[in-house]
């Protein structure tokens, strides 16, 4: 501590440095607005700064073009010490970086790939693709009937349960009879251990121990206790990622109680950021009439001719082709992304940016990138802060990836799922769940937003935690469909 209070001086070839007061550093005036600090500091001292921020450096990297220089450095910036940091600390399992445990959790890592990319990843999102029909026909309000629900609870609802059951299978004892969907008293209770857990998220990544969180804990502990694998063995169709992390637990001898909270730290990861990437999905498209228009259009091409009874299947070509649906889902993630890209110096280096400018680095500092400060850059899009349900969609109304800062094309223009050796494994799933979900309201619903309030502001307090969600929910109105069938 006395350390960490004793001002530090600016040393040669260093990156200037804001200071703040004493031991708080900036951190109520960052904390406060993010973005707006960040665009400040780099306004006044360029691409490169660092800021104490209670008591920690960090040193932040503002120019897009050097963000691969950043991503470079596996050799000198360490992504994994501070992950799993911080992971252990909020969800309480053992410590993989630990000799005992690290060559062994290498192996669970890898299993991301294995599971959420490339084949296996169609059998994912088929699975899910049925879980949220069985969830969607449960809650399915009687014909002609409107029935109200807020935004942020339908797709909660909806998300969370089709999410869970894909991850970590049906509850054999609580399976519904045919029809009446995979709902079950246990995923309710999830959902609801969920919420009270992830809502203390802030104060948890800002240090408060989750002993003082009293409720969050015993939300974890609870998740925890419905995730210990003498539950999951009792359930039906667990996904290849959870049965195999399952297995790889069980040959590491860790404690019952340390396999269990992995599983939670998983499902944190799998819907954290999903239910509000899906919320602020399904809201821009519902506020913006041409949006709404040009996603009906593109499923009812899809989808001609459906019986009434019959379930939705949908090939990976069709799902990668619903490129309208994408760019409202990318600009809807352009528009809430919040996260931020930590990397830890593991010695004394200089960094050299894309400009050649080259900044002396500490070990022990923080390395952090800042996304939304790309994603709202009005250089790169223009009128930053307006939903453009199109706009990653070029003239010819095919998928758009080339944009550009200064004349020069930009590699990472939009980066909600990080990059590197911290990118997210699970961001091919995520597209297509969201892809599925606006799908399947589309083509059941006829919805309507029932307040007409110009703008709802996101929840600041979670910058730097991923996809900030709204700050209230809104009203929804929806009924079943009455043109959708056309024999
Ligand atoms: C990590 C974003 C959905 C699994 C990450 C990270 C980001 C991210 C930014 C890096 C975190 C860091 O730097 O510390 C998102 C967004 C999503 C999403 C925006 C939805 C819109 C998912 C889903 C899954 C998933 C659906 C799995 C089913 C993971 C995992 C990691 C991760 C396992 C940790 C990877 C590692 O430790 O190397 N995600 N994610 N994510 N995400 Fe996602």
């Known amino acids: 501590l006395f350390r960490a209070c004793r001002p530090r001086t600016r040393r040669e070839k260093e990156p200037p440095l804001v200071k703040g007061w004493p031991f708080l550093g900036v951190i109520l005036e960052y904390g406060k607005n993010p973005l707006g600090f960040l665009q400040a500091a780099q306004k006044k001292y360029g691409d490169i700064f660092t800021c104490q921020l209670a008591g920690k450096y960090f040193t932040f990297v503002t120019d897009p073009f050097s963000f691969s220089s950043v991503m470079r450095q596996g050799k000198n910036l360490d992504f994994h010490k501070f992950a799993m940091g911080f992971s252990q600390r909020v969800f309480g399992h053992a410590d993989f970086t630990s000799p005992l445990l690290s060559e062994s959790y290498r192996e669970v890592h890898s299993l991301f790939r294995q599971t959420l990319q490339g084949p296996p990843l169609e059998q994912l999102s088929e699975t899910m693709l049925a879980n949220l029909q069985s969830v969607i026909q449960h809650g399915q309000p009687s014909k002609n009937v409107w029935k109200e629900e807020g935004l942020q609870c339908f797709t909660t609802r909806i998300m969370f349960e089709?999410?869970?059951?894909?991850?970590?299978?049906?509850?054999?004892?609580?399976?519904?009879?045919?029809?009446?969907?995979?709902?079950?008293?246990?995923?309710?209770?999830?959902?609801?251990?969920?919420?009270?857990?992830?809502?203390?998220?802030?104060?948890?990544?800002?240090?408060?121990?989750?002993?003082?969180?009293?409720?969050?804990?015993?939300?974890?502990?609870?998740l925890a206790k419905g995730l210990l694998h003498r539950e999951l063995n009792h359930r039906m169709y667990v996904s290849d990622l959870i049965q195999r992390r399952m297995d790889a637990f069980d040959r590491m001898h860790l404690d019952e109680t340390n396999k269990a909270r992995t599983h939670v730290c998983m499902l944190w990861a799998s819907q954290a950021n999903t239910l509000p990437a899906a919320f602020w999905s399904l809201y821009y498209m519902l506020r913006h009439p041409e949006a709404f228009a040009a996603a009906r259009k593109e499923i009812d091409q899809i989808f001609t001719k459906l019986p009434n009874d019959k379930a939705i299947s949908v090939s990976k070509e069709k799902l990668e082709s619903m490129i309208v649906l994408e760019s409202i889902i990318r600009e809807a993630l352009r528009l809430s992304s919040a996260s931020i890209m930590i990397r830890v110096a593991s010695d004394d280096f200089i960094l050299t940016l894309d400009s050649g400018q080259t900044a002396a680095i500490r070990k022990g500092d923080y390395i952090a990138l800042y996304p939304r400060l790309i994603h709202l850059d009005p250089e790169i899009y223009p009128d930053p802060l307006v939903f453009k349900y199109n706009r990653f969609l070029d003239e010819e109304g095919q998928r758009r990836n080339q944009f550009y800062k200064n004349g020069r094309q930009l590699k990472h223009y939009l980066v909600p799922?990080?990059?590197?050796?911290?990118?997210?494994?699970?961001?091919?799933?995520?597209?297509?769940?969201?892809k599925q979900f606006l799908m399947l309201v589309l083509w059941h619903y006829d919805l309507q937003l029932s307040e007409h309030r110009n703008t709802l502001s996101p929840d600041r307090t979670r910058a730097g935690l991923g996809i900030l969600p709204p700050s209230q929910d809104v009203l929804l109105r929806y009924k079943t469909r009455a043109d959708r069938y056309t024999e």
């Open 162 to 222: 089709a999410g869970f059951v894909t991850l970590f299978g049906k509850n054999s004892g609580l399976l519904q009879p045919e029809g009446k969907g995979v709902i079950g008293t246990c995923v309710q209770k999830a959902k609801r251990d969920f919420l009270a857990f992830d809502g203390a998220f802030p104060a948890l990544a800002a240090g408060v121990p989750i002993a003082l969180c009293g409720r969050a804990w015993r939300a974890r502990e609870a």
């Open 417 to 434: 799922f990080g990059s590197g050796a911290s990118e997210c494994p699970g961001r091919f799933f995520a597209i297509n769940e969201i």
